[in-house]
């Protein structure tokens, strides 16, 4: 049935085929309705007119290029994963204890007024008269 | 009429006066919070502490510009402990006038008072005190009497003292004065967020952030900070206490009082709570600022004080402290905000 199917696609791409070969598949009732499904198929290919966006096979060229450094490095991915998630929570860590941090809080924002603490005084009468 | 009917026709008097109140002026402020003043008094039965003191109270809460009036009697039936105190008044009541008028004309002594209240803080109140004293046994003798007062919260303060004649029943009579202060229900609930910032310089500051509920009286004590300029590495601690009430208009009333102690930079732990406690003892003065301030808004407010030192006196050679002026000035800034 396999080789019904592979003659028939041969013919279908215009390749050369055996006579032998093309009158078997014919003569087989699945390998027909295959023959019609890949015609059906290759109309709907012709018939599709998107084209892909201009710099796509830059961009495509660039990320394969990316990808083919990384691969250099050999690093294994799940090590690789792990590397990143530990590096994620130490540096939530590390955002915590930022010292420039802490500075700017310690200081105090810019005062709207400035007015001074009135001195201590012991009593609060201010006076009185018999 | 007895001890415990005096305070009950007391009670009544207070509740239908304050019902009654009515706005004695034209600048009466209402900022959400009113000032209530208690005429106290109370009779010592014996000098020996066997029976405890009886006491009395007439009180009202005054808005900054009102007024209001208060009686207090002592001696009756020749019993200088049985006392009777009424108020506010004038009673709108002529039960209660006809009450008060017998009540005068039965003592052996009668305080009128007259209490006008000025302002109203966060944790303070300041009010005009005016009394007079009649003696039925010296009708042409009248002691006077006029002070402004301003008290803390919860603050009492002896106003006049009677003492009986040795071998009498009744060891002496005091009336205080005392103050506290009343938010308005709807400011109850209220929470007040702060930031609180010291600086002894412009690089050396403290932040401390912390909540309180409405009138509460909130601690606060920073770490040791630098000085710059000191002589010996000095360090100076601020601490205090800020109490915080939300204003009917959005803005925040706010006391707060700042101590500060000089400590050396390498005293131990123990040194410096003892030190502590020393200053924080019922002794301990502090610089205080009432102020009003828009919810969110930093107000600074400079610390007076300076630093010690060394010097020797060119003339007997002996070495003196003296305070000079510090480099930089201290403050404490202050931020609030109202949830």
Redesign the interface.
Known sequence: MTEHFETLSALIDGEPVAIDALEAALANADARRSLVEFVRLRQLARDETAEPRPGLAERVALLARRRRGLARLRVPLPLAAAAVVLALIGGTLIEVKWPAFERE??????????????????G??????? | MNVSTRVAVVVVCAVLGASHAEHASAQIVDAGFKGLVQIRVVSNPTSDGLVPPRNQTVFYDFLPGESKSFMVTAGHNGDLCRTGAAGPMPFTSPEFQAWAAQEEASAQYVWHFDVHMIEVKAGSLTFDLSWQRTSRAAPDERLRYSQRLTLRLDEMRPIDLLHSAPGKDCAGVVIFAEAGIRSDPSLLAKTLEWSLWASTGPKTAAHQSFKSMQGAVAEFKFEPLTVPGSENGEQMLFFGTVIGRARLDGDVEVAIDVNRLTVQPLANQAELIARFKERIGPAAAAFRKNLTAKPGEAVKIVVPTGLLRKTTDPVTGKVRLESVPPVYEMSVTVQARVR
């Not at chain 1, 809080?105 to 012991?122: E, G, H, T, W």
């Open positions: 809080q310690l200081q105090p924002p810019p005062a709207s007024r400035v007015l001074q603490f009135d001195p201590p005084s012991p609060a009468s201010e006076g009185g008269s018999r």
